[in-house]
Nanobody
Framework: QPQLVESGGGLVQPGGSLRLSCAAS????????IGWFRQAPGKERSGVSC????????VYSDSVKGRFTVSRDNAKNMVYLQMNSLKPEDTAVYYC???????????????????WGQGTQVTVSS
């Protein structure tokens, strides 16, 4: 059964850092781009970042560019989202999703994804 599981969320103070992990099981990430998304209370889900299957290309939303870094280790079937300089407005449930294709550049938030994780809560507050 293909599955994605996010972990690493939690409560952090403004300016702090967290690293989210996305673990795949039941399928190989070698052939999948991974998108990161978030949904804050009362808001629609939005794209955060995407990384191609090889890791050779990444894209970020303007709101996180320069603060977040996406990476992957296909040997471990894992994808990571390093989040630095966190702000209260980064508070949301974060999801990873896999799609058998590229990121499509800045179109990644509206492309179809094959598998989704259950999400991990990130709360940025003092």
């Amino acid at each position: 059964q293909p599955q994605l599981v996010e972990s690493g969320g939690g409560l952090v103070q403004p300016g702090g850092s967290l690293r989210l992990s996305c673990a795949a099981s039941g399928f190989s990430l070698d052939y999948y781009a991974i998108g990161w998304f978030r949904q804050a209370p009362g808001k629609e889900r939005s794209g955060v970042s995407c990384i191609t299957n090889s890791g050779g290309s990444t894209v970020y939303s303007d709101s996180v560019k320069g603060r977040f870094t996406v990476s992957r280790d296909n040997a471990k079937n894992m994808v990571y989202l390093q989040m630095n300089s966190l702000k209260p407005e980064d508070t949301a449930v974060y999801y990873c999703a896999a799609r058998s294709g590229g990121c499509g550049g800045t179109n990644y938030p509206i492309l179809p994804y094959d598998y989704w994780g259950q999400g991990t809560q990130v709360t940025v507050s003092s």
